[in-house]
C-alpha cells in the first residue's frame, strides 16, 4: 500500500480557493454535527470532536482528494439504536463510553478490510439494499426531528412505532413558537437551497434563530434550547468496558463499517473518476479506519463519508483535502473560545437543519426509479425499508445480506446458455443464439454457458444441453453428432460443478454424442484436466474451427 503525499493537488494557485472551500464547510458541518450527535444521544461536544482530531487524520492518509469524513444521519441513528439496548438505562456516561468503543472497533475493522483487501464484501451491500437501509433510518431520525420541530417529547430511544406513536399523542400539547421557528427555518432552507445555493442556510437559520431566542427570551416561552457546552479541545481518552461488551458491539460496528465501506468508495471513485484522478481503495479503508479510531480515542463517535458535504466541496471547486483541516481549525477555536455562543441555540432549528438535511436519504425517487426499471430489485429494497423501520438497524442488515445472497444465488442459478446460429458470412463470429430445436450445423450443436460453472449452475447447464440435442432431434434437425462448449465467458469449475458437467459426459456417451471444446481459456483448460474432465477431447481455437473440423470428420 504506497503512502503519497497529503494534500496532494494543493498548489500556491488553488490555496485561497482551498481555504474558502474549507470556511463553507464549516458553516455547513457544525450545524449538522450537533444535530448528529443528539441523533446518536451523545452530547453536542461529541459532533464537534468527530470534525477535529478524526478530520486531520482521516485528511492526511486518504487517497481521495475531496471525500470528506464526518459522522452522517444514519450512522449516528444506528449509533442510538444498537447503543441504546446495552447502555445502562439512564446512564450517559456508560452509554458515551459504548460509542467510543463502538468507533474504535469500526477503525479496527476498517483496518482488517485494508490490510486484507476485503472492501469487495461491502459490494454484497447493493444500491437497492442500501436505499432501503438508509431509507428506514433516515424515516426514523425524521419522527423525531418532527417531534423536535413541534417541541413535542418523545422518547428518543424508543422504536418507530412508539416514537410515532408518542409524537401523534403529543400534537396537542405542540409549542406553537417552537412551530414558527420550525416553519420560517424550514421555509429558509428550502427557498435558500434553490434560489441561492451558495449560502450556508444553515449556519443562518442557527444564528438568526439564536439571536431571537436570546433577544425575546423565548426559551421562557416553552422553546427548547441546546444548553450550556462544555469548553476545551478534545481530551484523549480511551473506553474501559468488559470484553462481554466488546463483543456486543462487534455486530453494529460491522454493520456501520460495511455500510460506510460501500458508500465511501463508491463517492471516492466517482469523484476521481469526475476529476481525473486516481484512488486507492485499500488506502482510503485505512483512512477510515485510522479516523474511527481517532475517534474513539477523542470522545466522539463513529465517522464515515459524508456524500452531501463532498458535492458541497466539489461545488465550491476544492479539489484537496486542505478544507478538511480548514475545518478542524475553525471548530477547534470555535471549542476554545466560542462554545458560550451555542447554549441558546433552539432545538426546533437543529430539528429542521436535519429534517431538510436527510430527506434526500428516504430514497423516494430512487424507490420510483427501482420500480420502473425492476420490480425484484425494489422488492429487496423495500424489504429493507421495512425491516430496518420496524424491527431495528441490525436485522435490517442482516436481511439485506439475505436478500443480496438470494439475488445472487438466483442469477447465477440461471445464466444466459445458448445454441449458436452458424451465420453466412465466415469471418464473423458465432454470437447469436439459434431458434429453439435448431443446430448450428448439420450434426453439430455450440452451446454457450455465459458464466462459471459451480455448483448453483451445474445441473442448470447440464438440462440445458441434454434439451438442446433432444430439441434439436425432435424438430427433424438430428442427429445430432457433436456437442461443441463454447467456454470463453467459462472462467472456473468448482467440484459440484465438474460433478454435473462427468454426469453430462455420461449421458452424452450413452447417447453417441462426441463433445469436444472452443475458446477455451488456460486457467479453465487447468482446472478442468485437474478434475479429469479434458481428457483427449479437442480444443478448438474458435467455434468456426471446431465446425469445420467436425463437419469434415463427418463427410468422411
Not at 481517532?294 to 452531501?308: D, I, R
Amino acid at each position: 500500500m504506497t503512502v503519497a503525499r497529503p494534500l496532494v493537488g494543493l498548489d500556491r494557485h488553488n490555496v485561497l480557493r482551498e481555504i474558502v472551500a474549507g470556511v463553507t464547510l464549516i458553516a455547513i458541518a457544525i450545524p449538522l454535527n450537533i444535530g448528529y450527535a443528539q441523533i446518536a444521544g451523545l452530547p453536542p461536544t461529541a459532533g464537534l470532536y468527530a470534525l477535529v482530531v478524526p478530520t486531520v487524520v482521516y485528511a492526511l492518509v486518504v487517497s481521495s482528494r475531496q471525500v470528506v469524513a464526518s459522522p452522517d444521519a444514519a450512522a449516528a441513528a444506528l449509533v442510538a439504536s444498537s447503543i441504546g439496548g446495552l447502555a445502562i438505562a439512564g446512564d450517559a456516561e456508560n452509554y458515551a463510553t459504548l460509542a467510543l468503543a463502538q468507533a474504535i472497533l469500526c477503525g479496527v475493522m476498517f483496518i482488517a478490510l485494508a490490510v486484507f483487501k476485503l472492501g469487495f464484501l461491502a459490494n454484497f451491500l447493493s444500491k437497492p439494499i442500501l436505499v432501503g437501509f438508509v431509507g428506514g433510518l433516515a424515516l426514523d431520525i425524521l419522527i423525531s426531528q418532527i417531534a423536535k420541530m413541534l417541541g413535542i417529547k418523545i422518547p428518543s430511544g424508543g422504536e418507530f412505532i412508539e416514537k410515532t406513536t408518542a409524537l401523534i399523542e403529543g400534537l396537542p400539547t405542540m409549542n406553537l413558537v417552537a412551530v414558527a421557528i420550525s416553519v420560517g427555518s424550514v421555509a429558509v432552507l428550502l427557498l435558500g437551497k434553490r434560489f441561492l445555493r451558495a449560502v450556508p442556510w444553515a449556519l443562518v437559520v442557527l444564528i438568526v434563530s439564536t439571536i431571537l431566542v436570546y433577544v425575546l427570551d423565548l426559551d421562557d416561552a416553552g422553546v427548547d434550547v441546546l444548553g450550556a457546552v462544555p469548553a476545551g479541545p478534545p481530551t484523549l481518552t480511551w473506553p474501559v468496558i468488559d470484553w462481554t461488551m466488546w463483543f456486543a458491539l462487534i455486530p453494529s460496528a460491522m454493520a456501520l463499517t460495511l455500510v460506510t465501506t460501500a458508500e465511501g468508495l463508491l463517492v471516492s471513485r466517482s469523484y476521481g473518476e469526475k476529476h481525473g484522478y486516481s484512488t486507492n481503495p485499500n488506502r482510503d479503508l485505512l483512512a477510515f479506519g485510522l479516523g474511527n479510531i481517532a475517534a474513539g480515542a477523542s470522545g466522539s463517535f463513529a465517522v464515515g463519508s459524508s456524500t452531501s458535504r463532498t458535492a458541497a466541496m466539489d461545488q465550491a471547486g476544492s479539489r484537496t483535502q486542505l478544507p478538511s483541516l480548514v475545518l478542524a481549525v475553525g471548530t477547534l477555536l470555535l471549542l476554545l473560545f466560542g462554545t458560550a455562543l451555542l447554549a441558546d441555540i433552539p432545538s426546533p432549528a437543529i430539528g429542521a437543519i436535519v429534517g431538510v438535511a436527510i430527506l434526500p436519504l428516504l430514497g423516494v425517487r430512487e424507490f420510483v426509479d427501482l420500480w420502473k426499471v425492476d420490480r425484484f430489485e425494489f422488492g429487496v429494497g423495500a424489504a429493507c425499508f421495512l425491516t430496518t423501520l420496524f424491527v431495528g438497524a441490525i436485522p435490517g442488515i442482516l436481511v439485506a445480506f439475505v436478500l443480496a445472497l438470494i439475488n445472487l444465488a438466483q442469477r447465477a442459478a440461471n445464466p444466459a446458455i445458448d445454441v449458436l446460429e452458424a451465420g453466412g458470412e465466415p469471418g464473423d463470429s458465432l454470437l447469436d443464439e439459434a431458434p429453439k430445436g435448431h443446430v448450428t450445423a448439420p450434426g453439430v450443436i455450440v452451446v454457450r454457458l455465459a458464466a462459471p460453472l459451480f455448483f448453483a449452475n451445474g445441473s442448470v447447464f447440464s438440462d440445458a444441453v441434454k434439451k438442446a440435442v433432444r430439441r434439436a432431434t425432435a424438430a427433424g434437425n438430428g442427429p445430432v453428432r457433436h456437442v461443441v462448449i463454447d467456454m470463453e465467458a467459462v472462467t472456473d469449475i468448482d467440484v459440484t460443478g465438474a460433478e454435473s458437467f462427468e454426469a453430462l459426459l455420461a449421458w452424452l456417451d450413452e447417447h453417441h454424442v462426441d463433445l469436444t471444446f472452443s475458446r477455451m481459456r488456460p486457467g479453465t483448460r487447468v482446472r478442468l484436466a485437474d478434475f479429469g474432465l479434458l481428457g483427449d477431447r479437442a480444443v478448438y481455437p474458435t467455434n468456426r474451427d471446431a465446425i469445420a473440423a467436425l463437419v469434415t470428420t463427418d463427410q468422411e
